[in-house]
């Protein structure tokens, strides 16, 4: 099994501790996100950071019906979040998950290089969600690396799809690895 399983099941523990310190009137304010309230991003995270992650590895796509759900309208949305990452780790775990290639708009992608970028989703669109209700968003340093060379690894690529902004300015050579992907993809840490 691929390595980035771990640092995924480690930032989809700290996004459903994030959701689950929400309140319902913090889902009706601005998020970082330009555009976007917290409801829009907590909906954006719980979409592709858990449902997609899941159809991800099963090779299947995402039902329309999913795709227009407001999930925040549930009063359990974070224990509903949490049992979808958990569900998608679980197809992550098996070991046919990281064969071949998954489709991504009519492109394959090697299997690996899918829930790379699928860790960044959750890693950076759980920053986003906790710095827009006032929280921390906390990795382990080894996570933090390995989201920090993901970020490297696409970061011209996402900026050319509007994904990320330019780096946001310096950041100190010995800031924690997770700053530092932060501020590459844009993000004001």
Known sequence: MNTIHRHLASCAAEAARVTRGLTPEQLAGPSVCADWTVRELANHLVLYSAHGLE??????????????????????????????????????????????????????????????????????????????????????????????????????????????DEPAGEVAADAPAFTRAVALSGRRP
């Open 55 to 164: 159809h991800r590895a099963l090779r299947t796509e995402l039902p329309a019906e999913t795709v227009a759900r407001d999930f925040t309208a549930d009063a359990d949305w974070p224990e509903q979040y949490a049992a979808q990452l958990d569900r998608a780790l679980a197809a992550w775990g098996k070991p046919e998950a990281w064969e071949g290639e998954v489709d991504m708009g009519g492109s394959p992608v090697p299997a690996a290089e899918m829930a790379a970028m699928l860790l960044l989703e959750l890693a950076l669109h759980g920053w986003d969600l906790a710095r827009s209700t006032g929280r921390e968003f906390e990795v382990p340093e080894e996570t933090g690396e390995c989201v920090r060379e993901v970020v490297e690894r696409y970061a011209e690529m996402y900026r050319q799809y509007d994904g990320f």
